[in-house]
């Protein structure tokens, strides 16, 4: 089956700190997705990417930015981190249309 | 604008009492409707897909349907390790974004 692998599992950072996440799928999956979890608020797309060095912006794009170099990697990365991006952040990968895979999520709190 | 609303927002049952988790959606042609399983601090777990509506789709004690405007999530005799929260999303045509309710949170008690 697809394994999606987020770097890690519990991040703590400070306030302006320049962070990243970093998502691997090894299902040579052409769709890449970012997403922030939070509680009442559902998942919410950041951005997500259909091929290598391609990105389009989701619901929630500021103070994010991605990167996409390879195929099988998909990087978020906060510019400067703010107390208010403090939130479970979750990877997917899907081919085409079709199911996603999700990662196990990097539960992010910034300080 | 493509929405997707679940309801209800949270449920507690007994365990065998069978009950029905609602998700309605808004989309401009549906290429894909998707149910996930989430167990707390763990990312969704995929269940099913449904494509057109009359569609059911079956595993163990979850029966997922859908009509044009709304799916079901069916739940027979549940068990406490039925206990999760269960999430809906639809992918419209010409995307390949997924968009989310924000869930059903799901409690069996023994």
């Known amino acids: 089956d697809v394994k999606v692998t987020q770097s890690s599992r519990y991040l703590v950072k400070r306030t302006g700190e320049k962070v990243f996440l970093e998502c691997v799928q090894d299902m040579d999956h052409e769709n890449m997705f970012w997403y922030r979890q939070d509680p009442g608020l559902g998942l919410r797309l950041i951005y997500f990417?259909?091929?290598?060095?391609?990105?389009e912006k989701g619901d929630i794009p500021e103070g994010y930015s991605v990167s996409r170099e390879k195929k099988e990697r998909f990087s978020l990365i906060l510019e400067s981190a703010s107390t208010n991006q403090t939130s479970m952040y979750l990877c997917?990968?899907?081919?085409?249309?079709?199911?996603?895979?999700f990662g196990q999520g990097t539960r992010l709190t910034v300080v | 604008e493509d929405q997707v609303t679940q309801s209800p927002e949270a449920l507690r049952l007994q365990e065998g009492e069978s009950s029905s988790l609602n998700c309605s959606y808004t989309v401009s042609g549906l290429r894909g409707l998707f149910w996930y399983r989430q167990d707390p601090g763990k990312g969704p777990e995929f269940l099913f897909t449904?494509?057109?509506a009359g569609e059911e789709k079956e595993k163990e004690r979850l029966k997922a349907t859908l009509t044009k405007k709304e799916s079901f999530l069916h739940i027979t005799a549940p068990k406490p390790e039925d206990s999760a929260t269960y999430l809906c999303?639809?992918?419209?045509?010409?995307?390949?974004?997924?968009?989310f309710g924000t869930g059903t949170r799901l409690k069996v008690l023994a």
């Open positions: 449904l494509y057109s």
């Open positions: 997917a990968s899907s081919l085409g249309t079709g199911k996603a895979f």
């Open positions: 990417s259909y091929d290598v060095k391609m990105k």
């Open positions: 999303a639809v992918q419209a045509s010409g995307t390949y974004k997924y968009i």
